[in-house]
């Protein structure tokens, strides 16, 4: 089954699973316009590790987008979001209410169908990885509007948020592919790596970003200090006066971010230390893929180079 093939299994069975009597259409047709990253890595892996049926693990990546899914329609609530893949948000259309439930619809047929499909382990891996990412939303919501968010907070919330889903779809590969319980922690500790790295360039991104397609310093204009805006801090006190007043006013004082702005764009140190975390993200991700029997390196390998080197 080639990819493209393997995408579409993936549609065909999300719309069959969320089209229900009495659901909306237009919020199953959330399912279009995305660039289905997480079903694309199980893709990937699934090749690199060589395994014949790929068609057993349709229900997986299904899941994994679905819950991917069902995390932004709340994302989109706790942060006002209007846009989301080029229209109105489910929330700018049907208010918060409608955006929230859904996310619980999809959260939830996510659940059945990956317990439907595999054995109870698969389902204890991806019902862990949703109270993660719950915990640490309501954990980044708390730290909203603070300046003094540390390193070490900064990473636990983006392993919930980020990390834990990509970990949790490479830990039931490895379930599924029937690996020994050693690869199976590899698999895991790689997932996680991937998510984290993922994250880094995205709130990279965000903050130095000009051909993303976004809005720059999303993030810090909803109150979230991110690892880029952390570091910027360190090295520059007019930086930090400045995100502080508009923290205060609760992003009242919108002026300030083109300030912010022109003063990132004359400043390029926090760059390197960016890299850096990111360099070494990738080579505990590709220790971790080393240590797995047979894995084909080479053939993830594209995969891994397409997160890293997204638009700056």
């Known amino acids: 089954m080639r990819e493209e093939e393997f995408l579409e299994r993936v549609n065909k069975t999300a719309v069959e699973l969320l089209k229900q009597k009495g659901v909306f259409e237009d919020i199953v047709s959330e399912l279009k316009g995305g660039k289905q990253v997480r079903p694309r890595t199980i893709y990937n892996l ?71 499909n595999y054995d109870i382990e698969v389902s204890k891996i991806y019902s862990h990885s949703v109270s993660y990412m719950t915990r ?67 709130d990279l991104l965000d903050f130095v970003g000009t051909e993303t397609g976004k809005n720059r310093l999303k993030d810090l204009s909803e ?27 609760k992003g009242e004082q919108s002026d300030i971010l083109y300030a912010i702005q022109k003063m990132i764009d004359g400043r390029s140190e926090f760059l390197d ?19 797995i029997g047979g894995f084909n390196t080479e053939l993830f390998m594209p995969r891994i180079n397409s997160i890293i080197e997204r638009k700056r």
């Open 46 to 116: 699934i090749e690199a590790i060589s395994v014949g049926d790929k068609e057993k693990y349709v229900p997986l990546a299904t899941a994994t987008e679905v819950v991917h899914l069902a995390s932004l329609f709340h994302d989109d609530v706790i942060d006002n979001g209007t846009i989301r893949r080029g229209r109105p948000t489910l929330n700018v259309r049907y208010g918060n209410l409608i955006s929230i439930l859904a996310g619980d619809y999809f959260y939830s047929s996510a659940s059945q169908l990956v317990l439907e």
């Open 136 to 202: 640490m939303e309501l954990r980044q919501a708390i730290l909203r509007w603070n300046i003094e968010v540390s390193e070490d907070e900064y990473f636990d919330i983006i392993r919930g948020k980020t990390g834990a889903l990509f970990s949790a779809s490479f830990e039931s590969i490895a379930v599924v592919s029937g690996l020994n319980q050693r690869e199976r922690l590899h698999f895991r500790e790689a997932g996680m790596l991937y998510g984290e790295i993922f994250q880094l360039i995205d």
């Open 223 to 249: 109150g979230y200090m991110t690892l880029p805006a952390i570091y910027f801090i360190r090295k520059n006190t007019g930086f930090s006066e400045m995100v502080k007043s508009y923290f205060m006013s």
């Open 273 to 291: 230390l960016m890299n850096g975390i990111i360099q070494d993200r990738r080579e505990k991700l590709l220790f971790h893929l080393g240590e």
